[in-house]
């Protein structure tokens, strides 16, 4: 038996966690056994990567450095968490993934996609999501939404023309991919983006 694993992408401020909270319920109505995490971290191990990850006090962390402890986390994530639950049927809703590193460290950083598809192919072997959820909203107005945050991460630190990278590396990742991803405009009021979510699921719900 093999669960469903859906992730969740989205650059600054695009209300993933708002609407995280309405996809577990949604798939909690429709019966599911879901499952909640995240990334970077989701087990013991991973938080404690995501703590030195997001860490502001670390300026001194190289970008290799940070693609190498996302896939240490992630690695650890797999092995104990996500695909012990997909194998007993569960639905992994996960917040953010792979797409991710492509996106922030790939786009963000500038680090060949060839290296992070190395770490992609070692770290996953083979296994991808069934559906990724992309929030995408102009940058300056997700930033302007995250900006109410008191005290920022190191990567919320960064500035516009690093988020624009991201934003461009996720919607590129969409087009090629466009199989699993799904992008939704999260620009409007949180009920029309649940909107624009619920049928997504609903056509997943019925293909499954
Ligand atoms: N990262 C990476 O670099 N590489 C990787 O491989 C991975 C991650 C896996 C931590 O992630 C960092 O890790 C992340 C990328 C990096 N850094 N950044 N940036 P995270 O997911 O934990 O952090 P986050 O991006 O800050 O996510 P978040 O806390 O879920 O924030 P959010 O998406 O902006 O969601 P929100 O808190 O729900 O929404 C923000 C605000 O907007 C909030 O006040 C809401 O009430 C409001 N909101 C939400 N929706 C709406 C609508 N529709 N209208 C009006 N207002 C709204």
Redesign the pocket.
Known sequence: MTGKFITIE???????????AFIENYLLDAGKDVLLT????GTELGEAI?DL??DAKNTAMCSDT?LLL?FA??AQHLEEVIRPALAVGKWVIC???????Y???GG?RGIPESRIAILEEWVQDGLQPDLTLL?DMPVAA?LE??G??SAP?R??Q?KLAF?ER?REAYLARAKKYDQRFRVVD?????A??EAQIRDILDALLKSS
């Open positions: 989205g650059s600054e401020g695009v209300g993933k966690s708002s609407n995280i995240r990334e970077p971290g995501r990850l997001l940070e996302m986390a992630r917040d953010r993934f792979t797409d991710a590193t996106a922030y460290q963000g929030l997700g939404r995250a109410q945050r991460d990567f919320e960064e988020f991201v999260a620009e409007p009021a949180l029309t983006v």
